[in-house]
């Protein structure tokens, strides 16, 4: 699409020669002789750059770029005037202007003037959008004070170049931070590789790891980079780093130690810039303990260690996390937007999560499928399997009423019986040692939700 250029002047002149010029080059133009005529066009239509004279009847070219500015910050001003106002000039640079040109214009001066200055803007935008979307990919949610406390930390060490060794249940964000932290550093333009410990093969880790030379061994038919070569100058991050054999573990250390090490089959020395963060889901002392991790090794890896908390322990950020996972999935997937009710987000604030976040996010996912209306509700909750926590015994002290709490237990209590039972409501009343009709009234009046294809047996 043609680039559109407001000329505004006061000389028809000069308005005439430039969008003669302009068009030329391939723009469209639009004209105003003052600025309230500028001004209305800029309200009607989408202008990506504008020359604008200094002086003007009526409102000045100075006022008319500070009220430019004011409302269309994003698009370029370039600023005409008579010759030698050097105050002027730089009053307009001030308050924005990209360029000052001199009359008598030279054509040359004007194009590239107006090249560059739709050059600069298209770098902004995408400089912006790639800020952002780099920003927004690694945010972490939420604002319970753990959080807050691990946003904080990541800030800091961002900075650095200390190693940092990430624990954290499955889920709960091991990676995301990992990538936060790198793309918050100096190191953020070169790359972040990662390699899963525990889903590479022993006896590959190695090549894996410093990269082999053709014929290192059988299978090796060429020579290949490892990641740690690949991560020079970036930052490698070590998944499931409990995961790696003894004897790995010694050669990584040595790496660690001597800064340097060898491709596998190979003599000489290769020296890198790496930044290693690691992370696990298991305990490592108690590995330790057990002989299975290296000591030496741990305290290497462990300066900055960060813990991230099972979801359990900050319900709290439960449904700021749904709602960011909701408009994403909105924003990327263009799905419809939909709404939980307040019931609904508190069955799934009281559940455990013991896939964390990312049990939740799949749960969003799943629930936003297969619920058609807007609204989520309980119903739609139990339907993709998650249940009101049972038997956690601690939420009935939420009741006040000695009532309201056994009614809440024998809610937990009746379901769970029931769905151990398959629904069979002979087998259960049996089981739970009540009459079936007595079961059947409690069912109803106790509001415990029947599955839909739920018939009477
Ligand atoms: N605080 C958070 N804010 C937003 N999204 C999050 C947050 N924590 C985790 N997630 C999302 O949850 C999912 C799981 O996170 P991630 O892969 O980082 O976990 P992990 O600890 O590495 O898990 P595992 O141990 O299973 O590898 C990802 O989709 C991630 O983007
Ligand atoms: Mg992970």
């Given at each position: 699409m043609?680039?559109?250029?407001?000329?505004?002047?006061?000389?028809?002149?000069?308005?005439?020669t430039?969008?003669?010029?302009?068009?030329?080059?391939?723009?469209?133009?639009?004209?105003?002789?003052?600025?309230?005529?500028?001004?209305?066009?800029?309200?009607?239509e989408?202008?990506?750059?504008?020359?604008?004279?200094?002086?003007?009847?009526?409102?000045?070219?100075?006022?008319?770029?500070?009220?430019?500015?004011?409302?269309?910050?994003?698009?370029?001003?370039?600023?005409?005037?008579?010759?030698?106002?050097?105050?002027?000039?730089?009053?307009?640079?001030?308050?924005?202007?990209?360029?000052?040109?001199?009359?008598?214009?030279?054509?040359?001066?004007?194009?590239?003037?107006?090249?560059?200055?739709?050059?600069?803007?298209?770098?902004?935008?995408?400089?912006?959008?790639?800020?952002?979307?780099?920003?927004?990919?690694?945010?972490?949610?939420?604002?319970?004070?753990?959080?807050?406390?691990?946003?904080?930390q990541?800030?800091?060490?961002?900075?650095?170049?200390?190693?940092?060794?990430?624990?954290?249940e499955?889920?709960?964000?091991?990676?995301?931070?990992?990538?936060?932290?790198?793309?918050?550093s100096?190191?953020?333009?070169?790359?972040f590789?990662?390699?899963?410990?525990?889903?590479?093969?022993?006896?590959?880790?190695?090549?894996?790891?410093?990269?082999?030379?053709k014929?290192?061994?059988?299978?090796?038919?060429?020579k290949?980079i490892?990641?740690?070569?690949?991560?020079d100058?970036?930052?490698?991050?070590?998944?499931?780093?409990?995961?790696?054999?003894?004897?790995?573990?010694?050669?990584?250390?040595?790496?660690i130690?001597?800064?340097?090490?060898?491709?596998?089959?190979?003599?000489?020395?290769?020296?890198?810039?790496?930044?290693?963060?690691?992370?696990?889901?298991?305990?490592?002392?108690?590995?330790?303990?057990?002989?299975?991790?290296?000591?030496?090794?741990?305290?290497?890896?462990?300066?900055?260690?960060?813990?991230?908390?099972?979801?359990?322990?900050?319900?709290?950020?439960?449904?700021?996390?749904?709602?960011?996972?909701?408009?994403?999935?909105v924003m990327?997937?263009?799905?419809?937007?939909?709404?939980?009710?307040?019931?609904?987000i508190?069955?799934?604030?009281d559940?455990?999560?013991?896939?964390?976040?990312?049990?939740?996010?799949?749960?969003?996912?799943?629930?936003?499928?297969?619920?058609?209306?807007?609204?989520?509700?309980?119903?739609?909750?139990?339907?993709?399997?998650?249940v009101?926590?049972?038997?956690?015994?601690?939420?009935?002290?939420?009741?006040?009423?000695l009532?309201?709490?056994?009614?809440?237990?024998?809610?937990?209590?009746i379901?769970k019986?029931?769905?151990?039972?398959?629904?069979?409501?002979?087998?259960?009343?049996?089981?739970?040692?009540?009459?079936?009709?007595?079961?059947?009234?409690?069912?109803?009046?106790?509001?415990?939700?029947?599955p839909?294809?739920?018939?009477?047996?």
């Amino acid at each position: 699409m043609k680039k559109r250029i407001l000329v505004v002047d006061d000389e028809r002149g000069i308005i005439e020669t430039l969008s003669g010029i302009l068009e030329d080059e391939g723009y469209q133009t639009f004209q105003a002789e003052d600025a309230e005529k500028a001004l209305k066009i800029l309200e009607k239509e989408d202008i990506d750059l504008i020359l604008l004279d200094v002086w003007l009847p009526g409102i000045s070219g100075i006022d008319t770029i500070k009220l430019i500015k004011e409302r269309y910050q994003d698009i370029p001003v370039i600023m005409i005037s008579g010759h030698g106002n050097v105050e002027i000039a730089v009053q307009a640079i001030k308050l924005g202007a990209f360029d000052f040109l001199e009359k008598p214009l030279s054509i040359e001066r004007v194009i590239l003037s107006v090249e560059r200055a739709l050059q600069f803007k298209l770098l902004e935008r995408e400089n912006i959008n790639l800020r952002s979307s780099l920003i927004k990919k690694y945010e972490l949610i939420g604002s319970s004070n753990v959080m807050k406390n691990i946003k904080r930390q990541i800030e800091l060490i961002a900075k650095g170049d200390s190693r940092v060794l990430i624990f954290g249940e499955s889920g709960t964000g091991k990676e995301l931070v990992a990538r936060a932290i790198h793309s918050l550093s100096e190191r953020c333009n070169a790359s972040f590789v990662e390699v899963n410990c525990a889903a590479i093969p022993q006896e590959l880790i190695e090549s894996e790891l410093f990269g082999h030379e053709k014929g290192a061994f059988t299978g090796a038919i060429d020579k290949k980079i490892g990641k740690f070569e690949l991560a020079d100058g970036g930052t490698l991050f070590l998944d499931e780093i409990g995961d790696m054999s003894f004897l790995t573990q010694a050669k990584l250390l040595r790496v660690i130690e001597t800064q340097k090490f060898q491709r596998v089959g190979g003599t000489k020395d290769i020296k890198v810039s790496v930044r290693i963060i690691s992370a696990t889901n298991k305990d490592l002392s108690e590995e330790i303990k057990k002989g299975n991790f290296r000591e030496d090794l741990y305290y290497r890896l462990n300066v900055v260690p960060i813990y991230l908390p099972p979801l359990r322990e900050r319900k709290e950020d439960i449904p700021e996390l749904i709602n960011c996972f909701i408009s994403e999935y909105v924003m990327e997937k263009g799905w419809k937007n939909k709404t939980l009710t307040e019931r609904a987000i508190k069955i799934l604030q009281d559940y455990d999560w013991p896939g964390n976040v990312r049990e939740l996010k799949n749960a969003v996912e799943r629930l936003m499928i297969m619920t058609l209306s807007d609204v989520i509700d309980i119903d739609d909750i139990e339907r993709v399997g998650i249940v009101r926590k049972e038997f956690s015994g601690e939420s009935y002290f939420q009741y006040n009423s000695l009532k309201e709490a056994r009614d809440a237990f024998e809610r937990d209590f009746i379901l769970k019986k029931l769905k151990d039972n398959n629904w069979n409501m002979t087998k259960t009343a049996e089981l739970i040692g009540i009459e079936r009709s007595n079961l059947y009234k409690k069912i109803k009046s106790l509001g415990i939700p029947l599955p839909k294809d739920f018939s009477e047996n």
